[in-house]
């Protein structure tokens, strides 16, 4: 009964670092989200897969990577870590397109960028 | 830019009172929208949604209206209880789209 899981749950980078954000889903979810949600902004999205090896830029794509190699996994990279990419990232899996149907988020992923 | 503005930014109520959140949107082509709650340190969950064909619905204490000539949608939460304390999003998509559109959120705090 995991539904979607996130690792890390905190983390803290140095400028200019890169590293990876895990999620995976248990639920058999053929699309699959990134969002990130800074104070006051909501969330916005980042990146969406409606399946294995199909991804689409969101609304704030920038500095960030995703790949779909499997319907379970949907990893988030961040190359060369920015100050402003400090904030709370979520990921999320849908049964059908969000026009349609509930989206399932993670406990979400803290990052820090010092 | 906010394609869904949402507000207040945060509200307080007493126990037993209405929390009431409005969000507006310009996009007619939107036709779903649902409401996701957010705990501390959790991730969204949803709530309750609507579509356009309905003017109201309504699931235990928690009813949206939504008033399509005006394009805007509001959230009611009848006899606040300290539970409901959390960030509340109403969000809005568009048929074909793969994406939601959230809101800014709003804090809810339900004193007893």
């Known amino acids: 009964n995991a539904g979607v899981t996130q690792t890390p749950k905190f983390r803290i980078l140095k400028i200019g670092q890169s590293m990876t954000l895990q999620c995976t889903q248990d639920m058999n979810h053929n699309y699959m989200y990134w969002y990130r949600q800074d104070p006051g902004m909501g969330l916005k999205l980042i990146y969406y897969s409606v399946g294995a090896g199909i991804t689409d830029k969101g609304e704030v794509p920038n500095g960030y990577n995703v790949s779909r190699s499997t319907t379970e996994d949907f990893p988030l990279r961040l190359e060369l870590a920015a100050p402003s990419q400090t904030s709370v990232y979520f990921c999320?899996?849908?049964?059908?397109?969000?026009?349609?149907?509930?989206?399932?988020f993670g406990e979400g992923s803290r990052l820090t960028v010092l | 830019q906010q394609q869904v503005k949402q507000s207040p930014q945060s509200l307080i109520v007493q126990k037993g009172g209405i929390s009431i959140i409005n969000c507006a949107y310009e996009n007619t082509a939107f036709d779903y929208f649902p409401w996701y709650q957010q705990f501390p340190g959790k991730g969204p969950a949803l709530l309750i949604a609507i579509r356009p064909d309905v003017s109201e619905k309504k699931e235990g204490r928690f009813t949206i209206s939504f008033n399509k000539s005006a394009k805007q949608f509001s959230l009611h939460i009848m006899d606040s209880q300290p539970g409901d304390s959390a960030t509340y999003f109403c969000?809005?998509?568009?048929?074909?789209?793969?994406?939601?559109?959230f809101g800014a959120g709003t804090t809810v705090t339900v004193r007893a």
């Open positions: 969000a809005a998509s568009m048929y074909g789209d793969y994406k939601l559109s």
């Open positions: 999320a899996s849908s049964r059908t397109s969000a026009n349609t149907g509930e989206l399932f």
